[in-house]
């Protein structure tokens, strides 16, 4: 398979086989395989034959892999649906890239997107 923009695939690990956290996100629904595109790549270049993801940051600077065209304009997240992906030296290499520190191990995948109403019904209390 080639791919417009300098790409890599990474292979995701799912949590819970059967049981989907993602709330439609792109390693739910038993997906296996994502492609992983360097962050600085451009959304015209990325081909569209696998889900997309890239190599970002939490609020506490630790690397996450996150769909590289967002989610749904107005909804909340993204927040971690479960999953994990995990790559080849390629995938460490863009982590430092884009980190500037080096990581090994699994990432976790910050897939999962809510509306609004969704999000305030999960988490308020009674």
């Given at each position: 398979m080639t791919y417009a923009?300098?790409?890599?695939?990474?292979?995701?690990?799912?949590?819970?086989?059967?049981?989907?956290?993602?709330n439609g996100g792109v390693s739910g629904g038993g997906q296996k395989r994502l492609a992983l595109y360097r962050a600085d790549a451009k959304p015209e270049t990325i081909a569209n034959v696998e889900?997309?993801?890239?190599?970002?940051?939490n609020a506490l600077g630790q690397p996450i892999i996150v769909p590289f065209h967002g989610g749904p304009v107005g909804a909340i997240g993204p927040m971690f649906g479960g999953n994990y992906a995990t790559g080849d030296s390629r995938l460490g290499q863009e982590i430092e890239r884009v980190t500037g520190r080096r990581f090994y191990g699994a990432l976790?995948?910050?897939?999962?997107?809510e509306t609004p109403a969704l999000y305030r019904s999960l988490t308020a209390g009674d």
């Open positions: 923009n300098p790409a890599f695939l990474c292979y995701l690990s799912v949590l819970s086989p059967g049981y989907d956290c993602t889900p997309a993801v890239k190599v970002s940051t976790c995948i910050h897939d999962r997107f």
